[in-house]
């Protein structure tokens, strides 16, 4: 008898371990061999966007079309996820996260308006399956601060897509929302520089550094923790 192949679910149970382990690339890779065995695993699909999505966030920038192509790859995953499994608000996560990386890498500001009105829709219809999933509410956060801070010719691009700015758009509902997936979920390094970041917008310093030396002393808890406790040590280093 010929050796067994493993089962979707086997491949994507060690997908899973791995990518607790940090192991980006060979969870991709296991994901991807689920898909193959079982291509309706919408788990699968969602779990591949992310791990894409990081790849391509660790990519450098000289190689933008490769930055790219991951970015592109991983919102086609998502949105089959999402096709397969409409509820799981990890899946529309996934989306949102590669469609915010994808804006990061917008050429000009009507691009990225585009895009942040797709990812305030997908947010909002995310938090509809879920008001209590923490990372939207990050997503929310981060949302308002990137548009509470547009300059001029990006307003500009804002009156086109939207008719005028959003309503409520301020660096204190930024906050809101940030401490609101602090809540959710305490101790996560990711909310906090976010938090962290806009009280150093907001001029609010000694609150930006306590917020920041708590974060540091978190152990890492996801693959992306190690790269944010580098961004929280930029941040001191400029606020000190």
């Avoid at 190689?63 to 592109?72: L, N, P, S, T």
């Avoid at 509410?137 to 949302?143: D, I």
């Amino acid at each position: 008898m010929g050796a067994q192949h493993p089962s979707a679910g086997q491949l994507l149970a060690e997908g899973i371990a791995l990518e607790k382990k940090y192991n980006v690339p060979e969870a991709l890779a296991k994901y991807e061999a689920a898909l193959k065995v079982d291509p309706k695993s919408a788990e699968a699909w969602w779990r591949a966007s992310r791990m894409l999505s990081n790849l391509g966030g660790h990519t450098d920038k000289k190689q933008a079309e490769e930055k790219r192509a991951k970015y592109e790859t991983a919102k086609k995953y998502a949105v089959t996820s999402i096709a397969l499994n409409p509820k799981n608000p990890e899946a529309r996560l996934a989306h949102i996260i590669s469609m915010g990386l994808l804006a990061e890498m917008a050429g000009n500001p009507r691009e990225k308006i585009r895009d942040a009105k797709i990812i305030r829709e997908e947010a909002e219809a995310t938090l509809a399956l879920d008001s209590a999933f923490a990372p939207i509410y990050f997503v929310l956060g981060k949302w308002h601060y990137e548009l509470a801070k547009l300059n001029w010719l990006e307003q500009m691009a804002v009156k086109l897509f939207f008719g005028g700015m959003p309503e409520n758009v301020s660096m204190t509902r930024a906050i809101e929302y940030l401490r609101k997936a602090s809540r959710l979920e305490p101790n996560t390094i990711l909310y906090m520089y976010g938090e962290a970041s806009v009280l150093d917008y907001e001029g609010k310093k000694a609150e930006a550094i306590a917020l920041l030396e708590r974060a540091l002393k978190l152990p890492p808890r996801e693959p992306d923790d190690i790269l944010r406790k580098e961004k929280c040590n930029e941040l001191l280093r400029a606020l000190k």
